[in-house]
């Protein structure tokens, strides 16, 4: 079988995604992504006349964020005009889907060399107002499906498997940890690239969003503000948060368990990977990083939306004929803690092997861009700590899963 390889990875420090905040708020999203794809271009001297394509993840693709904003910021970054681009959605799993539809081009042998990742404003995005809920108030897939806020979800789940406030605080401290040892030992220095301003003055070259001083003390006075949302109206119909987890959960008792400090950070970021064909990378003497090993996606319950990791790791697994003992580190996003926590608990993983270096509680989740960077940060780990294959995997909207597995070379 053919091979789509890795040759290399970036991303832009996270900032924090508010309006007026962050070191990239008022940043046109275009103008954040071109400056990824312009450092990953020019550090691997790429022609870009070659690209076949730039595929990126963007979850919002409103206004700014939208017209293709994978072609305008090639355009941007002062790609050839030969450098197609297409933008895709698959929520929160965008970034790791782009690069996984980048692998089986590349693997049908249709296309030799490809820039994935994603991009995503979230200071942008939340000056624009409340976004539709999942179904668009479409109240036939309402009847069908009902999805309530991702937060709710998360502390329904948690109540499920039987993780407390207690536990969920305690993984939400080690991710701080985590990350702060991570960024204070250069851990994420290799992928990491300056963002500039207009006017070329530095807007940011470290991580914005991590709070290290977090103690379970702290961490445990924060209130857990999701149940509040229950008598909230869903949109005009008047349809309440709380009358559509009774619709799926009748005479569920409901408890507040996730909070700020233990659910992903809401940051603006962008990362990228180039993919190249074994072929290609050895005629213009690319040294490859890593293999795709294997690519899956997994569709659960949209009512549970975050439950559909643990599947799609397993799917994944099984298809390259391996077993969660054959991988040595795991990159489960931190949307909320019961994600992670429920996939270990599923899987049997052992938490020493699963976001070495913290993740988006700590770092912060900029939505169509984790995934590309979360398989940087496992290409960086793999090199560093000297190990062999990564699993990197996250929960999407709508109760689906993307997957993929690396090896390095």
């Known amino acids: 079988m053919k091979e789509a390889w890795i040759i290399d990875a970036v991303r832009t420090p996270r900032a924090i995604g508010k309006p007026g905040k962050g070191a990239y708020s008022g940043m046109h999203p275009q103008r954040l992504l071109s400056q990824v794809l312009r450092a990953i271009a020019d550090r691997n001297s790429l022609d870009t006349a070659e690209i076949d394509d730039v595929i990126m993840g963007c979850s919002t693709q409103v206004k700014w964020q939208g017209a293709c904003i994978a072609r305008s910021a090639a355009l941007d970054a002062g790609y050839h005009v030969n450098a197609s681009g297409v933008t895709l959605d698959r929520f929160c799993g965008s970034g790791i889907t782009s690069v996984n539809m980048a692998a089986t081009s590349i693997i049908s042998g249709f296309e030799d060399l490809i820039v994935a990742g994603g991009v ?15 179904d668009s108030g ?14 709710l979800s998360a502390d329904i789940i948690a109540k499920e498997e039987g993780f407390s ?17 991570a960024i204070k030992n250069g851990h994420f220095k290799k992928s990491l690239i300056p963002v500039y301003r207009e006017d070329g003055t530095l807007a940011l070259d470290r991580e ?38 009774e619709k799926k959960w009748p005479g569920f008792q409901f408890e507040n368990i996730h909070h700020a400090g233990n659910s992903s ?8 990977l180039v993919l190249a064909s074994p072929e290609y990378a050895k005629a213009h003497g690319f040294k490859p990083r890593a293999r ?30 391996m077993t969660v003992n054959d991988i040595d580190l795991f990159e489960v996003n931190e949307a909320f803690a019961v994600v992670v926590l429920k996939f270990m608990k599923d899987l049997g993983v052992d938490p020493a092997k699963v976001n070495v270096n913290g993740g988006a509680i700590a770092l912060g989740h900029p939505i169509g861009a984790t995934g590309s ?15 062999n294959t990564a699993l990197i995997t996250m929960c999407a909207a709508g109760g689906m899963a993307p997957a993929l597995i690396i090896e390095r070379i």
């Open 165 to 181: 406030r207690l536990d969920v605080d305690k993984f939400g401290l080690e991710s701080q940890r985590r990350a702060d040892f």
């Open 373 to 387: 960077m979360l398989i940087g940060t496992a290409l960086d780990e793999l090199e560093r700590s000297d190990k």
């Open 208 to 245: 914005e969003y991590p709070r290290p001083e977090t103690t379970l003390e702290s961490i445990s006075g924060l209130k857990a503000p999701f149940g509040n949302l229950m008598n909230v109206p869903v949109d005009e119909t008047g349809t309440t948060y709380g009358q559509l987890v």
């Open 138 to 151: 479409n109240l036939h897939l309402r009847e069908l499906h009902p999805m309530a806020n991702v937060g």
């Open 265 to 272: 950070g809401v940051v603006d970021g962008a990362g990228a």
């Open 292 to 321: 795709i090993v294997m690519t899956a996606n997994s569709g659960g319950s949209p009512a549970h939306i975050l439950n559909q990791p643990g599947p799609a790791a397993l799917k994944a697994l099984k298809r390259a004929g």
């Open 120 to 134: 995503e404003m979230m200071s942008y995005t939340a000056s624009l107002g409340p976004m539709a809920h999942l």
